[in-house]
Nanobody
Framework: QVQLVESGGGLVQAGGSLRLSCAAS????????MDWYRQAPGKQRELIAS???????NYAESVKGRFTISRDNAKNTIYLQENSLKPEDTAVYYC???????????????WGQGTQVTVSS
């Protein structure tokens, strides 16, 4: 079994910064892409940033230039540095990973439990 555990959310004023972390643990052979999603009240969950094991990144237009995704492969951990936060960034932020198991090499999607980010105006 695999767990993804997020941390680092909280309440911040507009223009402020937060750093989210997501650590994967358990029975892991490899993880290719790890992602950050977010879901605001009444809206669909959206992909905002992705990073491959090789370090290639992609961002949604809404966060490009303000958020930075990074990864520590040795720790199976990703980070999301959020700068210049806006009230519209308020959402629950979720970590996602496609994790391949040892021996079977079967790959399964996993989600974290989510961490709340609230940006006040």
């Amino acid at each position: 079994q695999v767990q993804l555990v997020e941390s680092g959310g909280g309440l911040v004023q507009a223009g402020g910064s937060l750093r989210l972390s997501c650590a994967a643990s358990g029975s892991i052979f490899s993880i290719d892409t790890m992602d950050w999603y977010r879901q605001a009240p009444g809206k669909q969950r959206e992909l905002i940033a992705s990073i491959t094991s090789g370090g290639s990144t992609n961002y949604a237009e809404s966060v490009k230039g303000r958020f930075t995704i990074s990864r520590d492969n040795a720790k199976n951990t990703i980070y999301l540095q959020e700068n210049s936060l806006k009230p519209e960034d308020t959402a629950v932020y979720y970590c996602h990973a496609d994790v391949c198991a040892p021996f079977t090499y079967r790959c399964t999607n996993y989600w974290g439990q989510g961490t709340q980010v609230t940006v006040s105006s």
